[in-house]
């Protein structure tokens, strides 16, 4: 047998380190090449969006921004070099090295001037910590509103008034609303979805379906629909809709409510009750069930 | 065909060397598995010795005579290239065969520090056994497929694992067998950290330490030349046996004055034996020159 390794030259160990820490660092970018379309094509342009060639700050506006930054009648926002940044397009460090005189914008001397007569105003560095203090910014952050976002925990007090707020509005089991809440309480959004689903110590007391059943009656109202054969069902909650479809679909089973809510929703939550919504798509496999079933009847 | 010197004590040494040859045979019989057991306790084997005891020629020769599958691995092999030779020469391996991987002059490869020693550990533990490498292969394998080394390359991308970088080959048909110099027990030959790591591997090998005085390691090669032709296989040279017997004369007189500290080799021999093939006048200067 030929001897495999006879002339063959072995790729040298600096070789092999730098694939190897290649591989290693454009393996999420590798997945996001093969599907993200927009990320491939950013990704040849460099970043930049399309047609537009390398984004840069132009010199003649160096000492505007500098100025914009140092001369000040009021004291300047937080992180003033981002929005400077955001407006050029460009990342924050390029507007760092200018205000900070690093491309010789103005004389030496100048710049101290400058640089001085805003300390004099408003402070150093000590006087940001007391305005990032006096925003309570740090405060939010490490606390939320009542709840710690670090933690992501929702008490047994809060608790029990997001499960009550979720049932207290026509629109409070809907996604949108959860999301308000998750904002509101500082917390997950996948954190108050548990938490209205009744998945909470404080919580379980609680018969979730049958306030969702109550909800449903409540606020959604009754569904009537009428059928291109021009035969009339009437729904008091989706719950009893998507069972209907759900029949109608494979016969009566003992599949669980939680199903037939699905198939009811999936189909016609946020539709307004008592109208028709036969155009649209989503609505169209419905409809294909009640007619068979009015055909077979 | 035997020699015969004029010194009856040389002659004593010859016939103890026959001895040690066939008992280091047997030996290497056993650890490769020519000798059929019943049971085996441990497949994997540890050979040291000194330089000139005959690790190395024994059993490259009884590889050769029993047609084994093996991979030579040696000091200076780079990482790449003991795990390509290793992923070939089990990839080619065919129903019911055994790898012999055959790790010389190890004190390198193997012992020289804890992290060489643990991917070895690896390699023969008694469950699941696997050599792996985890640093980049493609290169390797686009390398081998430019240089239309197929073989290399299907090899190579058999062991590929999903979603990993590197490769995992499975050892659990190998059979280990390590020759080394230092001797393993001495506690002296190896840091503390290192000793006690060793005790480990050793425990898991069969562990074979070779030792002799130096007129019996004389004896050795005496028998070993006197029955062997360094150079006919590859040259068709061959060495006569008033040859044999001044170059044995010459290694027993200045045996003191070697510069190696271990004493020959059976190819600081094959050395000697060149320079008497290809210099034929002035062999004796350049053998001087050789010793001390």
Known sequence: MKDPFANFEFPTEQEINEATRRAKISHTSKVKMQYDKSFQESKLRGGRKAGETKRKVPVADYKKIIMEYWDRDTMRPLRLNQTIADRYGVKFGVIDNIIMNVKNTLSDSEYNKLVKRYRDKFGGQSEVAKLVHKEGLRDAVAAGKNISIAKNTVSRADALVIYDKSFSCAEGRTHKFYQKLAKEYGVSMGKIQGVVNGHHPALSDKDVKADVRQHEIKYLGIYKFTSPQGKEYVFDNLYDLGAWLWQTEHGITDKTSQQNWGKGRMWFEQTEPNVLYVKQRRFWKGWEYINIIAKNT | ?292
């Open chain 2, 1 to 292: 065909m035997a020699i015969k010197f004029n010194s009856n004590i040389q002659n004593a040494y010859l016939g103890q060397g026959k001895i040690r040859q066939d008992t280091l045979t047997e030996l290497a019989k056993d650890a490769l598995s020519i000798n059929k057991k019943l049971v085996e306790a441990t497949r994997h084997s540890i050979f040291s010795g000194a330089p000139g005891v005959g690790k190395t020629w024994t059993f490259t020769l009884l590889i050769k005579q029993h047609k084994l599958r093996f991979v030579i691995i040696t000091a200076g092999m780079s990482e790449i290239e003991i795990t390509s030779r290793l992923a070939y020469g089990r990839a080619n391996l065919k129903k019911g065969e055994e790898l012999i991987i055959l790790v010389d002059d190890a004190d390198d490869v193997v012992f020289d520090n804890i992290k060489s020693l643990n991917r070895w550990k690896i390699a023969t533990a008694d469950i699941d056994p696997y050599w792996s490498y985890p640093k980049d292969i493609s290169t390797t394998i686009i390398k081998a497929e430019k240089s239309k080394n197929f073989g290399l390359a299907k090899a190579l991308k058999s062991f590929r694992t999903a979603g990993s970088l590197g490769l995992d080959i499975p050892l659990d048909r190998a059979r280990v067998i390590i020759l080394c110099n230092t001797d393993l027990e001495d506690e002296k030959a190896l840091s503390k950290k290192m000793f006690s790591s060793a005790e480990a591997v050793i425990d898991r090998f069969k562990y074979e330490r070779l030792e002799m005085p130096w007129q019996e390691k004389w004896g050795w090669l005496a028998h070993v030349l006197s029955n062997s032709q360094p150079f006919e296989e590859d040259y068709g040279v061959v060495l006569d046996d008033l040859q044999k017997k001044e170059l044995l004369n010459f290694l027993y007189t200045n045996w003191i004055n070697l510069k190696s500290r271990h004493g020959a080799s059976y190819r600081f021999v094959q050395k000697l034996a060149e320079e008497q093939v290809n210099n034929p006048d002035d062999y004796l200067d350049r053998w001087a020159r050789m010793v001390k």
